[in-house]
T-cell receptor, first 109, second 114 residues
Framework: EDQVTQSPEALRLQEGESSSLNCSYT??????LFWYRQDPGKGPEFLFT???AGEEKEKERLKATLTKKESFLHITAPKPEDSATYLC??????????FGTGTSLTVIP | GAVVSQHPSRVICKSGTSVKIECRSL??????MFWYRQFPKKSLMLMAT?????????EQGVEKDKFLINHASLTLSTLTVTSAHPEDSSFYIC??????????FGNGTRLTVT
C-alpha cells in the first residue's frame, strides 16, 4: 500500500538548535518527493522536489535529502520564523499524490 | 514561481445556501487541479481531481452532488458547496499542476456555515 509517514508529529526547538524531520514512504514507483511548508490558515508553500536517491536540495537554513525509503528535512540553526508545519508528499508512477500528516515545528526564541 | 490564487479566503454562509470557491493558476496552465479539505491539525484530505474539460474524479466518500467541481479552462477550477450545512464548515484548499511540475497550492478558503 502506498503511504507516507512523517515523524515526529511535533517538534520544539530552541533557536539555533539544529534538527531533522523525517518522511518515510512506500510507493509503487517514485516520480518525485515534495516538501512543503504550511503556516496556520494558509495553503502549503512549495519548498523542494527530489527525484532520486542521493539527491539533495538546499534553501537558506533548510536542506532536503532523499534515500530509497525516506527523506530528511534538515534545519540548521533555526529561527522563530521557521515555525510552521512541514508536509511531505510523494508522487507515484500512477500519478497519484500521497501526503504525510506533517510535522509541526515550533522554534522558541 | 508558480502562483495559484484561491478566492474567497473566508466565507460565512447560512445553512441551506450554496457557496462557490474559485481556484486560478495565474502564470501557468493547470492541466490538473485538486481540491482538498483540511481539518484542524490534520493533513490534507483529497476530495477530487479535475482535468480541464472533463468530469472530476471524486474520492471515495465524497458526495459529487454536494461538492460540484467545474474545470472550465486551463486556469480556472471552481468548487461549489451546495446546500451547505454546519458540518461542511472546514478549510478548503485547491492545488494545481501543469505537466510534470510540482503541485502549487492556493491559500485556502475558510468556510463557516451557520
Amino acid at each position: 500500500e502506498d503511504q507516507v509517514t512523517q515523524s515526529p508529529e511535533a517538534l520544539r526547538l530552541q533557536e539555533g538548535e539544529s534538527s531533522s524531520l523525517n518522511c518515510s514512504y512506500t510507493v509503487s514507483g517514485l516520480r518525485g518527493l515534495f516538501w512543503y511548508r504550511q503556516d496556520p490558515g494558509k495553503g502549503p508553500e512549495f519548498l523542494f522536489t527530489l527525484y532520486s536517491a542521493g539527491e539533495e536540495k538546499e534553501k537558506e537554513r533548510l536542506k532536503a535529502t532523499l534515500t530509497k525509503k525516506e527523506s530528511f528535512l534538515h534545519i540548521t540553526a533555526p529561527k522563530p520564523e521557521d515555525s510552521a508545519t512541514y508536509l511531505c508528499a510523494v508522487r507515484s508512477t500512477g500519478n497519484q499524490f500521497y501526503f504525510g500528516t506533517g510535522t509541526s515545528l515550533t522554534v522558541i526564541p | 514561481g508558480a502562483v495559484v490564487s484561491q478566492h474567497p479566503s473566508r466565507v460565512i454562509c447560512k445553512s441551506g445556501t450554496s457557496v462557490k470557491i474559485e481556484c486560478r493558476s495565474l502564470d501557468f496552465q493547470a492541466t490538473t487541479m485538486f481540491w482538498y479539505r483540511q481539518f484542524p491539525k490534520k493533513s490534507l484530505m483529497l476530495m477530487a481531481t479535475s482535468n480541464e474539460g472533463s468530469k472530476a474524479t471524486y474520492e471515495q466518500g465524497v458526495e459529487k452532488d454536494k461538492f460540484l467541481i467545474n474545470h472550465a479552462s486551463l486556469t480556472l477550477s471552481t468548487l461549489t458547496v451546495t446546500s451547505a450545512h454546519p458540518e461542511d464548515s472546514s478549510f478548503y484548499i485547491c492545488s494545481a499542476r501543469g505537466g510534470d511540475s510540482p503541485l502549487h497550492f492556493g491559500n485556502g478558503t475558510r468556510l463557516t456555515v451557520t
